[in-house]
């Protein structure tokens, strides 16, 4: 197994479309978080949740994991090292999981410089804007119980989507298919839900798909009027990820490269 993560990471950090596809997730996540915390100002929206809108970013910078996952796969089938790598690790569930232990480190170091550089903006920004201690907000702190929860869970999301991102790539074995695949079910499935009219599909899908209920975990104001709890949401997220991996293995033992 070491030898096949070994080879899996050599072939990560020396393809340049890696370091840029991780400095996007670092890039998008934080330019975005620190527009969100600009913009938003209270007393007009008081009610938001500081540590939800300094992380707001993420939801564009899991652009960058998606890319990132289905690159390590999808990147060997066009060149046709598929065959190559699989001549070296025979057994594929060891390279699948080589794979997902490269894909889950690099999102991990990444993400964790996002999630850190996102509260920082928060933090420099929200006070200005009005969410200040005279309104009932503390200063943003990774000693805040439910900030550290936010941050590390929000590190974990995106370790969740790269996997889900891996999965889904593993089983359409073709860049576009598993990226518009993969796009339509985070993003596509969430904005029917906000056009929808029906009250009951949309807390369906505010509660069953892996966006709306992955995020829940960075929520830490007003939970209980939640569609789901924090980290029931980021479980939700976990089976997506868990399915989309069983998929994709199968798919490798019973398909040919």
């Known amino acids: 197994m070491s030898e096949a993560v070994r080879a899996e990471w050599t072939k990560l950090r020396t393809v340049a479309s890696s370091a840029w596809l991780l400095l996007a997730i670092v890039a998008l996540t934080v330019l975005a978080s620190g527009i969100t915390s600009d913009v938003v ?139 518009a695949v993969v796009l339509g079910i985070v993003y596509g499935i969430p904005l029917i839900g906000d056009v929808t009219l029906s009250r009951v599909w949309q807390h369906r899908i505010e509660r069953w798909t892996p966006m709306d209920a992955g995020l829940a975990i960075q929520a830490t104001r007003n939970v209980g009027t939640m569609p789901i709890g924090p980290w029931p949401g980021l479980g939700v997220l976990a089976l997506w990820g868990a399915a989309a991996m069983l998929a994709g293995w199968l798919v490798l033992r019973l398909r040919d490269a």
């Not at 300094?54 to 796969?73: C, E, F, K, P, R």
């Open 41 to 179: 100002k209270c007393p007009a929206s008081c009610s938001a949740d500081p540590v939800r809108l300094s992380l707001a970013g993420v939801m564009l910078g899991q652009l960058g994991v998606i890319g990132l996952a289905v690159l390590v796969v999808t990147g060997e089938y066009s060149t046709g090292m598929i065959t190559v790598t699989l001549t070296a690790t025979p057994r594929r569930s060891v390279m699948l999981a080589a794979k997902a232990a490269v894909v889950a480190a690099a999102v991990v170091a990444a993400g964790t410089v996002a999630v850190l550089g996102s509260l920082l903006a928060g933090r420099l920004l929200l006070p200005g804007n009005g969410f200040t201690a005279r309104r009932g907000f503390a200063a943003l702190s990774l000693l805040h119980g439910g900030t550290l929860r936010a941050a590390a869970g929000s590190v974990l999301y995106l370790v969740l989507i790269g996997l889900f991102s891996l999965g889904a790539a593993t089983t359409l074995r073709d860049s576009a298919a598993a990226t």
